[in-house]
């Protein structure tokens, strides 16, 4: 009799530490980017473990004006994306430690193989809807804010 209650409880603590993960991995954070012509918050979803950072932005089919994806990495290195997958087409800002562009890759075709990496190494990564980033403003040398990239190197 107690076999027959522990197998549906363990299940259900299973399930639960799975959900718990995948909330942790899809985590909701605002961002803001600072530009000479003012701040521009956006909600994203945060891509900081190895399984969100594959899965991306893959298989969306909108993405609303002022949402998007930060992607962070432990280290600084040479990142390299691909839009496989990818239904929308992005515009992609490859940050250093502190939060400032360095590069933007506008309107990323959907479903492109053609690596996009910035030339130099970078830490994160803000993926935001394609041609918002001319339409806002936004240039290499403006800062993305977020409590993840505060002086990192």
Do not use: C, Y
Request: hydrophobic content about 50%; overall charge positive; charged content about 20%.
């Amino acid at each position: 009799m107690r076999l027959r209650l522990w197998l549906p409880l363990a299940a259900l603590l299973i399930w639960g530490h799975a959900g718990a993960l995948a909330a942790a991995a899809a985590a909701i954070n605002e961002v803001t980017v600072a530009t000479a012509q003012g701040r521009h918050a956006f909600t994203v979803e945060l891509a900081a473990t190895p399984d969100s950072r594959r899965q991306g932005l893959m298989h969306r089919r909108e993405l609303a004006l002022d949402a998007g994806m930060l992607f962070i990495f432990e280290t600084p290195g040479p990142l390299s994306f691909w839009m496989k997958n990818t239904l929308i087409p992005l515009d992609m800002l490859f940050l250093v430690g502190d939060g400032r562009i360095v590069h933007i890759h506008h309107n990323a075709q959907p479903h492109s193989l053609t690596p996009i990496s910035p030339g130099r190494e970078a830490i994160a990564v803000l993926e935001i809807n394609g041609g918002l980033s001319r339409r806002l403003g936004i240039k290499i040398g403006d800062r993305v804010l977020h409590p993840s990239l505060k002086r990192r190197h």
